[in-house]
């Protein structure tokens, strides 16, 4: 029980906030637009991440993957994909005030300092207090997007399409990554590979996704496939020079995700544009 006590606190936290969710979700009729909002704070909150996580400002101990790197990064994508995010949609949802915008923030707060304590997170160059600072600005942010995706601000939809790609694209390739057979690796990387891989994916999908964005929201079709096809070349050439390793076939292993993720991206580009008052 000891040994594994870590994942308990963690699992605790992703029952909570996915009731929350649930509800927030169950009670309001608009949920296309509660949806994309979801899915934008999320990006919001991965693309605020990423330089801390690069630069090691905390770890994360679940105890729930076996390799260390790993569980690094499933406890980033827990507290910046349902955690955090969770709680500050259903304060936009329900327009709820300052004051519950503080009373959330000491939430988390708390809980940090209780992670800390107990040993299941572990703060480096990173403070408490930040922590406080940044997720209640945060919590004003959501409230903003939400408004404008009420109101449809044509460069918030964008944004829109954006973060939701880059979060979905995202999470397939943690999955991916916990198969093992897929890593970006450089050849004189041979100390902790799996950190390198995070951080060269996280600056790697935000160039990849606005690039897919940008080319998906146009009208011409032949410019919707560049990223693609784009993609699959650099694929190939970056195997080629061993900085992506691949165990198995490349057609059954990374193609399917890389086909899913652009096929995704002008999905969601054709729901966001489309009325989201209506749903």
Same mark, same amino acid.
């Given at each position: ?114 992670? @800390? ?128 390793? @691949? ?33």
């Amino acid at each position: 029980m000891k040994k594994n006590q870590n994942r308990y606190y963690y699992m605790g936290l992703v029952f909570i906030h996915s009731i929350l969710l649930f509800f927030t979700f169950y009670r309001k009729s608009n949920k296309k637009t509660i949806f994309f909002t979801f899915l934008s704070i999320i990006g919001l909150a991965f693309h605020f991440e990423y330089p801390l996580y690069i630069s090691k400002a905390y770890k994360y101990r679940t105890k729930m993957l076996r390799e260390k790197e790993q569980d690094n990064s499933l406890g980033s994508i827990l507290s910046q994909g349902l955690f955090v995010p969770s709680a500050g949609i259903f304060i936009s949802v329900f327009q709820l005030g300052w004051k519950i915008k503080l009373l959330f923030t000491l939430y988390f707060v708390l809980i940090e300092r209780f992670f @800390v304590k107990v040993k299941v997170y572990r703060n480096k160059w990173w403070k408490t207090s930040y922590t406080g600072i940044f997720i209640f600005l945060y919590f004003f942010i959501s409230d903003a997007w939400y408004k404008g995706l009420k109101k449809e601000n044509k460069n918030l939809l964008n944004l829109t399409v954006y973060h939701s790609s880059h979060v979905i694209y995202m999470c397939l390739l943690f999955l991916l990554s916990l198969s093992k057979k897929f890593r970006y690796q450089p050849k004189l990387v041979t100390f902790n590979p799996w950190y390198h891989h995070y951080s060269f994916v996280k600056v790697y999908l935000v160039v990849k996704t606005a690039f897919t964005t940008l080319c998906v929201t146009q009208r011409n079709n032949w410019i919707k496939l560049l990223p693609f096809g784009m993609t699959v070349i650099s694929d190939f050439i970056l195997i080629k020079y061993k900085i992506l390793r @691949v165990k198995g076939s490349y057609g059954t292993i990374v193609f399917p995700i890389r086909i899913t993720a652009h096929v995704l991206t002008y999905v969601i580009n054709k729901l966001v544009k489309r009325r989201l008052t209506e749903g």
